[in-house]
């Protein structure tokens, strides 16, 4: 099965704030992003407008090959989800 990477870039840090992640889905994953950017009690939802989600690339969980985007794409900001 391919598996979509992503990942979440803290914007003011300038860095990539948490581990990658692998989703079936990019919908699943902008809205568990959404969800999280929008609970209070969450680092994402304390300041969701500091958070973006991006798309890294592709990988087969069958070959164990990773397929890299040419360039990661943006595909979420925090900031559309404040509460």
Known sequence: MK???IYIRNIVA????F???YVHHLGMAIR?????CKNKELPLG???EDYELFHHGEW???TAEYTPLERPKQI???SNYKA
């Open 3 to 5: 598996l979509q990477m």
């Open 32 to 36: 568990d992003f959404g969800d999280q």
């Open 46 to 48: 304390r300041h969701p």
């Open 14 to 17: 300038d860095v990539v704030e």
């Open 19 to 21: 581990s990658p992640m």
């Open 76 to 78: 979420a900001v925090g």
């Open 60 to 62: 087969d969980d069958i």
